[in-house]
């Protein structure tokens, strides 16, 4: 295993208050005997863009007989280069490899690099008034895959930076979400990024807030009792990676990149098949478990790291590996010594296969975003509503090793990876830069029994930002607006009519599904039988833990429907959203004429 603590940057301040830092670097392949010199070129942060001060340069020295052929040097950190070098602060660095007088590769950032300048920076800071960051989530455990409301966002588009998204906590507790999963925030390239062609792999980008930054984020949801986890974008990287650059410019034997799986487009692949390659990105899961304290990962792209094989390279041993050290955390141990650790596949192609065949607990899967743009009400869209009539596994068995774990798909109708979802409804007036048209919010109505479907079915509901409000940005197909241009999220909608409606909808059925262990429990029926349902737009069904009953009833029509149903047992049913009129049943599994509202639902019951 690739060992980070001895790799990158490290600085110490000495006796005497000096400070030294330690570099090191594995390129494989890249040795002095083949007439490879290798230097790290080093600046004081305030001095990098004053006229007259260089970055001081340093040669680090190739380590003979070291595994994936090690460069290092120790580096004193004293006046005589200029600026302020030598004084605390932060230093950015980067690398530069010759080969005899001939430079072959400018400029490359630190691959084990643990902080990150902007741009193709790496940092560290030499600074004896900072101090480790004191976490205080000792006690915090994230919640089993069945309890889990999940909420994807953008960092830099949710709320500018982390500070940012952590004066927004309590009002995502208010929405019933207890796991935020945050879309890529290691170090990019451009200045606008979704974050899906990673610079690096170890550094929380400097724009967001940095190393600080995140780990004040994640100690400040563990508190409010709210897990994160972080988008992994294993399976490509940005054409200035370190290990696509070097490589491309020296013509040596690439040690980690290369033709795997489900290649992505030009970008470049990561090759599992390799040992370095596996070697790295286990020891990067490690890393973010250890010093961010993040509880699991959404896997971006899995067929660009899964061959098909389930005990094979890439995949499969990520998840594997990754769970098995999650047990030697207390934070992870759940019952029966296995592991409550999240690791979230996107396998669009096969997300039941991914989740019966591998260590992931969770998938994302595009059955009900697509049935409800369909806007078709039919039995579709009602099985959709309970994974288990598809196919999907409710728990991972692995008998050979005697571990088992409860599994779920995650349940959204919008994502990063589409339009909003008010947006198929209609769209109005002007558009976005791209030409983009924005959706028309005063058909927010249409989104409500959408919502009260996504809360009350089984599976791991999800929020994309803002579509408590009814977003209502464009996305297009292809191109460079997927990804480089910025969506800012629209806060003032949360305070006009459409927004204040909708918000209130998710405030109530996130705690209705927080209090009711029935919503949160593997049981479901649905009434199939009954087409009178179906034909006025209307899907029921039941939902059961111990003693708790409730029934479900959606209407996606523009008219209000009346439709009969059985009631399990007798007593007084009340509705738990609006409060609606009780109903009384006489007897165990008497019908009973519901009058459910146009784009709306009701969920009762049993007082």
């Not at 959709?384 to 991972?396: I, M, N, R, V, W």
């Amino acid at each position: 295993m690739i060992d980070f603590a001895q790799l990158g940057a490290r600085p110490r301040q000495l006796a005497g208050g000096a400070w030294e830092v330690a570099f090191a670097i594995l390129l494989p392949a890249i040795t002095f005997p083949k007439g490879y010199r290798l230097k790290v070129r080093v600046i004081h942060e305030r001095d990098q863009y004053v006229r007259g001060i260089e970055p001081a340069d340093f040669w680090l020295s190739w380590v003979e007989g070291s595994e994936h052929d090690r460069w290092e040097a120790t580096v004193a950190l004293g006046p005589g280069h200029g600026g302020h070098f030598g004084e605390p602060g932060t230093y950015l660095y980067r690398y530069q490899l010759l080969r005899g007088e001939e430079t072959v590769a400018q400029w490359f950032a630190d691959p084990f690099g643990r902080a990150a300048g902007v741009g193709t920076l790496s940092a560290f800071s030499a600074d004896p008034a900072a101090a480790p960051f004191e976490w205080t989530d000792a006690a915090f455990r994230p919640p089993e895959v069945d309890d889990m409301v999940v909420y994807e966002l953008n960092v830099r588009e949710f709320n500018r930076d982390f500070a940012g998204v952590v004066t927004q906590l309590d009002y995502l507790l208010d929405l019933g979400v207890n796991t935020l999963e945050l879309m890529p925030v290691t170090n990019v390239r451009e200045d606008v990024e979704w974050g899906y062609t990673p610079l690096g792999y170890l550094a929380p980008d400097e724009r967001l807030g940095g190393v600080a930054g995140l780990q004040a984020l994640v100690d400040s949801c563990h508190a409010r009792g709210i897990a994160v986890v972080v988008d992994a974008v294993y399976a490509h990287a940005h054409p200035e990676f370190a290990y696509n650059l070097v490589y491309d410019a020296t013509g040596e034997p690439n040690p980690m990149m290369g033709p795997f799986a489900g290649e992505f487009f030009e970008r470049p692949g990561m090759d599992y098949r390799k040992p370095f390659t596996r070697d790295y990105f286990l020891a990067v899961n490690r890393h973010w478990l250890a010093e961010y304290h993040v509880d699991g990962f959404r896997y971006d792209y899995v067929p660009g790291m899964y061959d098909g094989d389930p005990v094979g390279p890439g995949y499969p041993e990520i998840v594997y590996e990754t769970n098995r050290h999650s047990r030697t955390l207390p934070r992870f141990q759940g019952d029966g010594g296995r592991s409550t650790l999240i690791q979230c596949a996107e396998h669009l192609p096969d997300p039941i296969g991914i989740l019966a065949k591998t260590y992931s607990n969770a998938a994302w899967q595009n059955g009900l975003l697509d049935r409800a743009r369909s806007r078709a009400v039919d039995e579709g869209l009602a099985h959709q509503l309970d994974p288990g009539l598809l196919g999907y596994p409710s728990e991972f068995v692995d008998a050979g090793a005697g571990y088992r774990m409860p599994v779920a798909p995650f349940q959204y109708v919008e994502s990063h990876d589409h339009p909003r979802f008010v947006n198929t409804f209609g769209t109005r007036g002007p558009r976005d830069l791209l030409g983009e048209a924005y959706g028309d919010r005063s058909l927010y109505y249409k989104v409500q029994p959408y919502v009260i479907a996504l809360y009350t079915a089984k599976g791991i509901p999800m929020l994309w930002q803002g579509q408590e409000w009814a977003e209502n940005w464009g996305l297009p197909s292809w191109g460079i607006g997927r990804n480089l241009f910025e969506r800012p999220l629209h806060w003032e909608y949360f305070y006009d009519a459409p927004g204040k409606a909708l918000v209130r909808l998710h405030r109530v059925m996130g705690a209705l599904r927080r209090a009711s262990p029935a919503l949160r429990a593997r049981g479901f029926f649905y009434y199939f039988a009954e087409a009178d349902h179906l034909r006025q737009g209307v899907i029921a069904y039941r939902r059961e833990a111990g003693p708790e009953r409730l029934l479900v009833l959606v209407n996606f029509s523009d008219a209000p429907a009346r439709v009969w149903v059985p009631f399990a047992r007798a007593g007084r049913w009340e509705e738990r959203i609006d409060g609606l009129a009780a109903l009384d049943v006489a007897a165990d599994g008497d019908w009973a004429p519901v009058d459910v509202p146009s784009n709306y639902g009701a969920v009762y019951a049993l007082g």
